[in-house]
């Protein structure tokens, strides 16, 4: 009879074929177990050891928890990700080196953690919680192994641990230097007025004033770079870009991004958007995007309610239509308001002592785009709809991104590259 590690390996064999009935035979064997009096227990120890060193073998490869919890969900689903953070906590438990203090702080968020006395009893366990019998428990720590092992390497965005640069790894984006964390409040309060308002005019205007905040921020966390002597380099985040619309949400990405000092790459098939840039920038830039994402659904949905009768054939196209319109009239009002943002510092500053400091900086992120991603393609944006793109600048138009009040002249917007 087989023991547990060789009964596993077949059934991830028969899974990942093309024969459905073999498939099947496999997990009939799971059930099984080895045939001893803990045969069925030895299954499921050599399911959860497996999943935690498949787990493991993903950190050098680029994954963070945050990014394997994500597409989990996106593939398998809730169910899965709760097992597979289940993993997570375990390879944690067992993780030598060094471990920087983000990545137990993402394991947080996500709920990760160690529950169980017997590493046994884990599938049983979780499969209780989940109201699971016991066949669909093992598919789906089948399943979830299958995943997990066939993922492929993505850029390493940080020292993951047990590296040498993991001891001394500092936040990523998401947290905020002392000096930044009151301005970080601040632009959080405004967001969240913009995102419960229904009314257009006073939602452009709150993430306008956000945006200032930001710029100024920016400016003042490169000043004071330039003035110390470090060897930081750009870092990243990967922000989702799920269905529905992922494309329309990868291209507000790409907006929100290049009007904060940033470069974004988007992997279509992995359900996310990398952007590359420094620290205070990548910070605006995940706080923007979940916000406008927000507002823009909001807009569509209002839009959708206001189109003329007989006109709701076409939804999808005219939806993704509305986003993509809306993201690059957003795109170039954030670009306005850190553009008016720099030329004030400059004149404050002197132009001789900013600009420079910004254009290094710029160089860096764009430095770092090649080291990383240095095979891009970039796309052309291309119209499906012309009245779902009509209404999404005129969503976007509305009001002024100054909070002044002062409305800009409506500007018709070329196609431009979709991101990349």
């Known amino acids: 009879m087989p023991d547990a590690d060789e009964l596993v390996a077949e059934a991830l064999a028969a899974v990942r074929g093309t024969d459905v009935r073999q498939a099947e035979r496999q997990l009939d064997r799971l059930m099984v177990g080895t045939g001893t009096a803990d045969g069925t ?3 499921d120890l050599a399911l959860l050891r497996r999943l935690v060193r498949g787990v493991g073998r993903l950190w050098p490869r680029g994954w963070q928890p945050a990014d394997l919890d994500r597409l989990t969900t996106r593939r398998l689903g809730p169910r899965h990700a709760r097992l597979v953070r289940d993993a997570m906590a375990g390879q944690r438990r067992e993780q030598p080196g060094p471990v920087p203090a983000w990545w137990d702080e993402q394991l947080r968020e996500l709920a990760a ?5 017997d590493d046994r009893a884990v599938l049983a366990g979780w499969s209780a919680r989940e109201g699971l019998d016991r066949v669909d428990a093992l598919r789906a720590a089948v399943d979830a192994l299958v995943l997990v092992e066939s993922l492929p390497p993505i850029a390493v965005l ?15 984006a998401g947290g905020a230097s002392r000096s930044g964390s009151g301005m970080l409040d601040r632009v959080r309060a405004l967001l969240a007025k913009a995102e419960s308002t229904t009314f257009p005019a006073e939602a452009e205007a709150l993430t306008g004033k956000a945006q200032e905040l930001i710029a100024r921020h920016s400016i003042d966390e490169a000043l004071l770079a330039a003035g110390a002597e470090r060897g930081d380099v750009p870092g990243g985040v990967r922000l989702g870009t799920d269905a529905p619309y992922a494309g329309a949400k990868a291209l507000l990405v790409q907006e929100v991004a290049t009007a904060n000092r940033c470069e974004a790459v988007w992997s279509d098939d992995l359900g996310f958007a990398t952007v590359l840039g420094w620290p205070a920038d990548l910070v605006a830039v995940e706080l923007l995007y979940t916000s406008l994402l927000v507002q823009a659904t909001a807009a569509m949905l209002r839009g959708r309610a206001e189109r003329r009768p007989g006109a709701g054939r076409r939804t ?18 954030l670009r306005a308001t850190t553009e008016a943002a720099d030329q004030a510092a400059a ?25 990383l991603f240095p095979g891009v393609t970039r ?9 779902g793109w009509s209404s999404g600048t005129s969503a976007a138009d ?6 002044g009040g002062k409305r800009p002249p409506p500007r018709q917007v070329p196609g431009r590259p979709d991101p990349r």
Do not use: K
């Open 316 to 333: 999808r196209v005219w939806d993704e239509s509305f986003l993509n319109a809306f993201a690059l009239r957003i795109g170039e009002r």
């Open 113 to 117: 953690e160690v529950w169980w006395d």
């Open 158 to 172: 940080r020292p993951p641990p047990g590296t040498a640069g993991a001891a001394t790894a500092r936040r990523p």
């Open 379 to 387: 796309h052309r944006l291309s119209v499906r709809d012309a009245e």
């Open 41 to 43: 227990a030895a299954v």
């Open 347 to 371: 004149e404050t500053a002197g132009p001789e002592r900013l600009l420079p400091v910004l254009a290094a900086r710029g160089e860096a992120v764009r430095e770092r785009l090649d080291t």
């Open 398 to 403: 509305r009001a002024s991104l100054d909070v």
